[in-house]
């Protein structure tokens, strides 16, 4: 079983559900690549994988025909900042940590909707690097909640942002049905989300 996820669903996600495959199916090999949702999803198409695991946000159309999407959960958004309890609004004049350009949409677009733009004076793509700016001082940033389940950095405060959640599928290409092996990591996949 060949499967594509994006960074922090693969060390949440993933890890516990690989565990349970690999406990109820031991004769299921699963093989892992970290890729972002879009790459994952040139990689299902082409074949190269059998399920990729993506993120959507409610408003972004899935142009592409023969997916298709299991929902498996909602993954809130996160003010990180110093000081509990702020939201962003708080931080008009703030300087803002930027994840890669595809990942910093969902900043952009939660603090437009707060009537501002934000001044992105660091970017990186890397959760620990993010947190890290954060706690020392060099400004605020959004993350997932799945990045803070999967490391969080001493000092910060996660304050969640209200409507603002991502959604996490897990994705086949195709006529249904789907080959046995994968339909059972689906179902643990939903199982453990």
């Known amino acids: ?8 669903v693969l060390a949440t996600l993933v890890t516990k ?8 199916h031991p004769g299921i090999e699963l093989n892992l690549i970290d890729a972002h949702p879009v790459e994952g999803l040139k990689m299902l198409r082409s074949g190269h994988v059998d399920i990729a695991l993506i993120f959507r946000h409610t408003d972004t159309p ?3 025909e023969g997916f298709r999407l299991t929902h498996l959960l909602d993954d809130p958004l996160y ?3 110093l000081h509990p309890g702020q939201r962003l609004e708080d931080h008009r004049d703030s300087a ?13 677009a939660a603090c437009g909707r707060a009537g501002f733009s934000p001044r992105i004076a660091y970017s990186s793509d ?12 060099m400004g605020v940033a959004t993350l997932p909640g799945l990045a803070l389940t ?5 000092g910060i405060h996660a304050t969640e942002i209200a409507d603002n959640a991502r959604q996490i599928y897990a994705v086949t290409y195709g006529d249904p049905p789907d080959p046995p092996a994968t339909t059972a990591l ?3 996949l939903r199982a453990m989300a």
Do not use: K, N, Y
């Open 17 to 24: 559900a690989a565990v349970e495959l690999s406990r109820s």
């Open 150 to 154: 999967a490391h969080r950095a001493p």
């Open 62 to 64: 899935l142009e592409e």
């Open 186 to 188: 689906i179902e643990i």
């Open 126 to 137: 890397d959760m620990v690097v993010i947190q890290s700016l954060v706690a020392s001082g």
């Open 79 to 81: 003010l990180i900042s």
């Open 1 to 8: 079983m060949r499967l594509a996820g994006f960074q922090t």
């Open 96 to 108: 803002w940590v930027g994840g890669c350009e595809r990942c910093r949409e969902a900043l952009i």
